[in-house]
């Protein structure tokens, strides 16, 4: 599989990810047929505190959903931001990522963008596949 990051999107979220560091930034990937036409910008709202984790609260998500429906498009996934560690998915990540969905992750280093990769998570959860990003 591969997702499709159209004009301006790569840019958004690396200007995103520039902006919220050393904290992890987060937002939605909202297109149509596998291309993501905009990356919709979420609060960053966990408990745990936003340099290790980040957290999409329900309303985040039911906002990026109607965002989409809205605009003709779907909700095709997410992305967020790892400060001063490699764009591949943790433990954390796995343990809160639905299979159906791309997960693009930026590195983030010393404030600027090192590396960008997309992952899917396996129908059964067991893991991440990296996806083509385009």
């Known amino acids: ?3 499709t990051l159209g004009s301006g999107v790569l840019e958004a979220i690396a200007a995103h990810g520039r902006e919220t560091y ?9 297109g149509r ?12 709202t966990t408990e745990e505190g936003p340099r290790r984790r980040f957290l999409v609260r329900p309303a985040d998500y039911r906002a990026a ?6 605009t003709g498009r779907e909700l095709l996934g997410f992305y967020h931001s790892h400060p001063d560690h490699p764009a591949q998915p943790s ?15 930026i590195s983030v280093r ?10 899917r998570l396996r129908d059964d959860r067991s893991q991440f596949d990296e996806e083509e990003v385009c």
């Open 110 to 119: 010393g404030g600027d963008v090192r590396e960008l990769r997309s992952w």
């Open 1 to 3: 599989m591969a997702v």
């Open 22 to 30: 050393p904290n992890e930034c987060c937002g939605a990937l909202i």
């Open 65 to 70: 959903e109607t965002r989409a429906t809205d």
């Open 91 to 105: 433990q954390y990540d796995l343990d809160h990522a639905w299979p159906f969905f791309s997960y693009v992750i």
């Open 33 to 44: 047929g596998g291309e993501a036409s905009e990356s919709y910008a979420l609060p960053n």
